[in-house]
């Protein structure tokens, strides 16, 4: 059936939940995963002006900071696969836009599929945010497997 799973992560909980059941559904249809970390370009952080972000931080420093997230939830990841025992690999790339990025990595990777996490938004506060998942599915020829995930609870 699917040999080779993508399962991009954001690092958040939400996302780690969404991995975690990615890992589940991959053991029991015999699949490797790919596990992706997206991240966008420093140029994309700017502002209007251009100048806003540039405040904070240099492209270096931005980009290590990036590789440094990438690396530590890419290996929760491949950790949590290893002890599924699920084949797994790791990669972090940059785009402009993530779900562009997903699509992508699906291409250059050689996955038949994508599992990714959804919050199940609607309405002004799917408008206001946006939806990664949503844009994959538009973008991708591959099947998707949308994940509900579950809020964490409020403290």
Do not use: W
């Amino acid at each position: 059936m699917f040999k080779k799973i993508l399962i991009p992560t954001d690092g958040s909980a939400l996302s780690a939940q969404s991995a975690n059941a990615g890992i589940l559904f991959a053991r029991s249809t015999g699949a490797e995963i790919v596990a992706l970390y997206v991240t966008q370009p420093f140029a994309a952080t700017m502002g209007f002006d251009g100048m806003s972000a540039a405040y904070a931080f240099t492209d270096d420093d931005y980009d290590k900071a990036n590789a440094e997230q990438a690396q530590k939830h890419l290996k929760a990841i491949a950790d949590r696969a290893d002890t599924a025992g699920v084949k797994s690999s790791a990669h972090a790339v940059s785009n402009f836009n993530i779900a562009d990025g997903i699509v992508q990595a699906a291409i250059d990777y050689h996955c038949d599929m994508i599992f990714m996490g959804s919050h199940g938004r609607s309405g002004f506060s799917r408008l206001l945010l946006g939806s990664v998942t949503t844009k994959v599915l538009a973008l991708t020829h591959n099947p998707v497997l949308v994940y509900r995930v579950k809020d964490e609870p409020k403290k």
